[in-house]
T-cell receptor
Framework: ETGVTQTPRHLVMGMTNKKSLKCEQHLGHNAMYWYKQSAKKPLELMFVYSLEERVENNSVPSRFSPECPNSSHLFLHLHTLQPEDSALYLC?????????????????FGPGTRLLVL | SQQGEEDPQALSIQEGENATMNCSYKTSINNLQWYRQNSGRGLVHLILIRSNEREKHSGRLRVTLDTSKKSSSLLITASRAADTASYFCATDYSGGSNYKLTFGKGTLLTVNP
């Protein structure tokens, strides 16, 4: 257990559905991340939140909408997804965000949500 | 892109043998980290090596860093079946306001009992 939990673990949705992924960290960290992991591709950073403010948005389509209501919780709202969005979505947290801490940050990952879009 | 690239893409060895994985990157870095991922699970941090360090050990893991060649290696000694996983290197770089940890595609290690 890394102290980062994700729900659901598996999700199947149609292209017209709306669903949300949830991430919770129990480590007292101040930064949280969403990553997308597709087969044969490097891990793609999607969003970064530091102290509940979005600090990075890597040109992610608007059909993915993040929400960070507090430093322990992170959501990824999904709507009108495409089959190519099928992937493992990983949440991670770190003590701080490098820009504020100036220190290298180790990231702690949740187990991921395996998403299949039909 | 500063993206790390692991080599080989896949490695299959027998239990008890040593496994060596390599990572190459393109731009200057502050630090390099190695992570492990069991099938379909999240990544677990293994070890971090700073740009001014050349070698680091943690249990059966040995990491080297050669900044002149922009490469790192991860050695797992006396491998076990439980070491079967994908291994990723991740480089961090701060250029302007664009700090991020960038991962490679990983090396899939299979340790046969």
């Amino acid at each position: 257990e890394t102290g980062v939990t994700q729900t659901p673990r598996h999700l199947v949705m149609g292209m017209t559905n709306k669903k949300s992924l949830k991430c919770e960290q129990h480590l007292g960290h101040n930064a949280m991340y969403w990553y997308k992991q597709s087969a044969k591709k490097p891990l793609e950073l999607m969003f970064v939140y530091s102290l509940e403010e979005r600090v990075e948005n890597n040109s992610v389509p608007s059909r993915f909408s993040p929400e960070c209501p507090n430093s322990s919780h992170l959501f990824l709202h999904l709507h009108t997804l495409q089959p190519e969005d099928s992937a493992l979505y990983l949440c991670a947290s770190s003590q701080g965000w490098f820009e504020t801490s100036g220190a290298p940050e180790t990231q702690y990952f949740g187990p991921g949500t395996r998403l299949l879009v039909l | 892109s500063q993206q790390g690239e692991e080599d080989p893409q896949a490695l299959s060895i027998q239990e008890g043998e040593n496994a060596t994985m390599n990572c190459s990157y393109k731009t200057s870095i502050n630090n390099l980290q190695w992570y492990r991922q069991n099938s379909g699970r999240g990544l677990v941090h293994l070890i971090l090596i700073r740009s001014n360090e050349r070698e680091k050990h943690s249990g059966r893991l040995r990491v080297t860093l050669d900044t002149s060649k922009k490469s790192s290696s991860l050695l797992i000694t006396a491998s076990r079946a439980a070491d079967t996983a994908s291994y990723f290197c991740a480089t961090d770089y701060s250029g302007g306001s664009n700090y991020k940890l960038t991962f490679g595609k990983g090396t899939l290690l299979t340790v046969n009992p």
